[in-house]
């Protein structure tokens, strides 16, 4: 097996999102300063991805437009519209016809998955796609061992260990039900099998909808290989379907970003209550006290010291600066300034290298009804 196939992805995301009672679409709501989806993408473009069609549908320009203006360079992205909801089997088709002819000479591999697991890590989809193909498996499905399975669908194996369908929570039989490994619905086909197997789905369901997860007994029942691989940490595939989920997502998400800073250099005094973007850039010997959030693009200099109580917004921070109890957007600190407390500094503002400025400081030119 040691000739190159060709790696494809489809993303899911044509969902309303209902229980977000929001007017966002629902792969727009915002993790850690970046939008849920584009976390999908940004794990997928570490995969040598070719190319990746998202599906959208409700919100589809809003989605889309978001999507060409901040997903990973190096993915090529396609996005096709599912304009009637008919269920992840028909978004799946719906994706499939967004592929040239061509790839299909080659018979590569299809990642399929949801745009609502922002916590999916790259190497857990890359552990998917390599035992994929080491088994030489038709589909290789990610799932997880739950304490508490609730509504999730089941797994199940045959005698040989194969998994042979996957059954709706509501459709289980009690024995079924105590079974602990569910779908996460991420997915990796052999791309050639697909689209027939997708043929083969009916509607004959409660919704009335095409459900990919039937494509399973489909391959299993035609004699194809279908196995399964548990992820190592079930949060990783949890999907994100209100504000409940969304404000737990965003803690794993911040947790790994600070941890990730803080092995790069930066102290943080009470990680718990610190809270930085994805986008944010921090140099080595940044010391940030609790209460300091920081968004968008703010880039901070070497041996800086933010905190207590810092809000900056898209701001520019030399090194050696000193700030606390400060709140700035798109506002730059020269290297060795002393800001705050409760300093003010409005869009544009600029505070010269050095300056101290004292309590409650406006820059010249801000914005003076903000100051004290």
């Known amino acids: 097996m040691g000739s190159y196939r060709p790696l494809t992805a489809v993303v899911l995301a044509a969902g309303e999102g209902t229980r977000m009672r929001s ?16 976390h999908v993408l940004d794990a997928l473009s570490e995969l040598p991805v070719e190319r990746a069609v998202v599906v959208v549908g409700h919100g589809a320009e809003r989605v889309t437009k978001t999507l060409q203006e901040q997903a990973p360079p190096q993915l090529i992205l396609d996005f096709v519209e599912q304009h009637v909801p008919r269920g992840t089997g028909d978004a799946a088709s719906v994706a499939l016809t967004a592929f040239p002819d061509d790839l299909d000479i080659d018979d590569g591999d299809i990642v399929v998955l949801p745009g609502d697991t922002p916590l999916l890590r790259p190497t857990t989809l890359a552990a998917l796609v390599r035992e994929h193909r080491e088994q030489d498996a038709a589909c290789t499905i990610l799932t997880a061992h739950l304490d508490r399975p609730g509504g999730h669908e089941r797994i199940l194996h045959d005698k040989d260990e194969r998994v042979s369908r996957i059954v709706e929570h509501a459709l289980a039989s009690e024995d079924e039900r105590e079974i602990d490994e569910v779908n996460t619905s991420i997915y990796c086909f052999r791309r050639s099998l697909l689209a027939p197997a997708l043929r083969r789905l009916s509607p004959e369901n409660a919704a009335g909808e095409y459900y990919l997860s039937d494509v ?7 004699g194809y290989k ?45 990680p718990d209550r610190t809270y930085l973007d994805a986008s944010v850039r921090l140099s080595a010997d940044v010391t940030l006290f609790p209460g300091v959030m920081l968004h968008g693009d703010t880039v901070v200099g070497q041996g800086v010291r933010l905190g207590p109580d810092v809000r900056l917004t898209d701001c520019v921070v030399g090194e050696g600066a000193i700030m606390e109890q400060t709140v700035g957007e798109l506002a730059e600190v020269g290297a060795g300034a002393v800001v705050g407390p409760f300093a003010s500094l409005p869009a544009g ?22 100051s004290g």
């Open 23 to 38: 007017t966002r679409p629902k792969p727009l709501h915002v993790l850690c300063g970046r939008p849920m989806l584009l």
């Open 216 to 222: 399973i007994a489909v391959l299993h029942d035609a």
């Open 226 to 270: 279908v196995i399964s691989r548990v992820a190592d940490d079930p949060r990783e595939t949890s999907g994100v379907n209100d504000r409940v989920q969304l404000a737990a997502a965003e803690a794993v998400l911040r947790q790994r970003i600070n941890e990730r800073w803080m092995r790069r250099g930066v102290t943080m005094l009470d």
């Open 349 to 370: 503002s600029h505070v010269p290298p050095a300056l101290r400025t004292g309590a409650f400081y406006t820059p010249p030119g801000g914005d003076d009804d903000e």
